[in-house]
């Protein structure tokens, strides 16, 4: 017999999470969260936690708000699920540092140029003051931009904090549950298929990252989503040698409360494959020894590799698909899903439960792709 739930989330990675915990927040009841693996097994804990709109954004316009947004969103979630979920996420509010080429760094500049003029707060560093802000790095930069409101977040700890909140909040949470179809009642989606149950739902969110491109065809929709794997390498250190995230070419370090290096990251389009690969190391450790020369000699710890969700046109698709009544997909957030997962899910919320939708999603409708 068919099991019920008023709400399935598919995927609980931060997407997936962050809608559970908002619509148990605004007094849903009956909300089930599926996942195939474990609760933030994927992307979502693979990642390195930076909320980076200024350091990573290509220029002006919705992508930027919505990312400027989801960083404001934090300031007021992070207390939220200190609170709540007794967990710290490490929301740090340090800045994030961009280092230049010593023979000039073009792009960077016109960054530099207009986020000024869009009134973010971006600064110039000669190479002396960035020899002072971090000692440990490498002498031989151009200076660096420091964007001082790009912040970052223990992901791990994020993700335990929603899914605990959420539970806190009556949400259910299954594990090991892989959702292989769908059920119909005429044109309407009316539940889920996993291989040994049914469940009937009132509404259905798929949040399932780098997989959705899967989901979609069980639905007969193409999804335009694909995996980009991203390697990281992990080294638990005595002394921290930086205190800041740092951009460099090819990529970047980042620091943790913990002791804990990361070094990220490649974008690679090779399918499901989460390999660690000899040349995905060899790029990480050729990056971390052109910042930190220091390091040479230091063991790393480990290295993992997370998919990405990349849409087409590299934006998220956030929304109800049409012709499937209460059938919302929440995906595609490529390297910012940590920054805009959270914020993502409020939103999705707002729109199940009819409040007014507090930033403007239509840039990243799944209409665009005609869903
Ligand atoms: C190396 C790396 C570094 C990154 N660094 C950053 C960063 O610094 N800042 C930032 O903002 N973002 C970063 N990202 C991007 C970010 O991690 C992702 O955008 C984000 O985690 C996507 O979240 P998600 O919930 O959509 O996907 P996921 O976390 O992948 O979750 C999807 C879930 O769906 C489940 N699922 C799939 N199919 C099914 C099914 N059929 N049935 C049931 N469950 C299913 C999966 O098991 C999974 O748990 C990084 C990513 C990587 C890989």
Redesign the pocket.
């Known amino acids: 017999m068919a099991k019920t739930a008023d709400i399935i989330i598919?995927?609980?990675?931060?997407?997936?999470?962050s809608v559970a915990y908002h619509l148990a927040r605004m007094g849903v009841k009956g909300i089930l969260v599926?996942?195939?693996?474990?609760?933030?097994?994927?992307?979502?804990?693979?990642?390195?936690?930076?909320?980076?709109p200024q350091c990573e954004a290509p220029g002006p316009g919705p992508f930027l708000d919505f990312c400027l947004a989801a960083r404001r969103y934090y300031e007021r979630l992070a207390p939220e699920l200190k609170e709540i979920a007794r967990t710290d996420i490490e929301y740090l509010d340090w800045g994030i540092l961009h280092l230049l080429d010593e023979e000039g760094d073009e792009a960077a500049e016109g960054r530099y140029r207009w986020q000024r003029e869009l009134g973010l707060t971006v600064e110039r560093l000669t190479p002396e003051e960035v020899f002072k802000l971090e000692p440990g790095l490498t002498k031989e930069v151009g200076g660096a931009l420091f964007f001082p409101d790009d912040h970052?977040v223990n992901?791990a700890e994020l993700i335990c904090a929603l899914a605990q909140a959420a539970r806190s909040h009556g949400v259910r949470i299954v594990e090991g549950?892989?959702?292989?179809g769908f059920i119909y009642d005429g044109d309407k989606v009316a539940g889920i298929r996993?291989p040994d149950e049914i469940f009937t739902a009132g509404y259905i969110v798929l949040?399932?990252?780098?997989?959705s491109w899967?989901?979609g065809v069980l639905l007969g929709r193409r999804i335009p989503v694909e995996p980009?794997?991203?390697?990281?390498l992990y080294a638990e250190l005595p002394e921290l040698p930086v205190r800041h995230p740092v951009w460099g070419k090819g990529g970047y370090v980042?620091p943790r409360l913990n002791g804990g290096l990361i070094v990220?990251?490649?974008v690679e389009y090779v399918g499901f494959d989460k390999s660690v690969t000899l040349d995905g190391i060899r790029r990480l450790s050729e990056l971390t020894l052109a910042l930190l020369p220091g390091l040479a000699e230091q063991p790393f710890t480990r290295a993992w590799?997370?998919?990405?969700?990349h849409a087409k046109d590299g934006l998220p698709l956030i929304g109800p698909l049409q012709g499937l009544d209460r059938l919302y997909i929440?995906?595609g957030?490529?390297?910012?899903?940590?920054?805009?997962?959270p914020l993502t899910g409020r939103l999705v919320a707002e729109m199940i439960v009819g409040e007014p939708v507090s930033f403007p999603l239509d840039a990243f409708s799944p209409g665009r792709f005609g869903l």
């Open positions: 598919v995927g609980a990675g931060v997407v997936g999470c599926l996942d195939r693996g474990q609760i933030g097994g994927e992307a979502s804990t693979a990642a390195a936690g930076m909320l980076a970052h992901n549950c892989t959702v292989s996993t949040c399932t990252g780098a997989w899967q989901l980009a794997r991203g390697q990281i980042v990220g990251s490649t590799a997370g998919l990405r969700p929440a995906t957030h490529f390297r910012n899903g940590i920054l805009l997962g």
